[in-house]
């Protein structure tokens, strides 16, 4: 059974900088798709970006392009997300899943296993 458990959340102002850490357990873990998501207040669960089991593949939604970084450090089983230059607009609970779905899984279902969230609020 994968087990993720996300961290890193916070307050920050616009323009400001956050790393989330998303920390797996569990045997296949090592092998799975990781995914992060968000969702805002009263809004569904969006894709942000994913990364393959290596951490040479990487995949971002169009709002996190040029902003979020993606990265995987496997002898630590962790995913961050680097999110810089933080707009209002990316205030949400933050989510890590795993996947078998490949890279471009951007759809919630495609998801098995999934963290309990990290709030990040960003003020103007």
């Known amino acids: 059974q994968v087990q993720l458990v996300e961290s890193g959340g916070g307050l920050v102002q616009a323009g400001g900088s956050l790393r989330l850490s998303c920390a797996g357990s569990g045997h296949t873990f090592s092998s799975m798709f990781i995914g992060w998501f968000r969702q805002p207040p009263g809004k569904e669960r969006e894709f942000v970006a994913a990364v393959n089991w290596n951490g040479d593949s990487t995949y971002y939604a169009n709002s996190a392009k040029g902003r979020f970084t993606i990265s995987r450090d496997s002898a630590k089983n962790t995913v961050y997300l680097q999110m810089d230059s933080l707009q209002p607009e990316d205030t949400a609970v933050y989510y890590c899943?795993?996947?078998?779905?490949?890279?471009?899984?951007?759809?919630?279902?495609?998801?098995?296993?999934w963290g309990q969230g990290t709030q990040v609020t960003v003020s103007s």
């Open positions: 899943g795993a996947t078998w779905a490949g890279v471009r899984a951007i759809d919630v279902h495609l998801y098995d296993h």
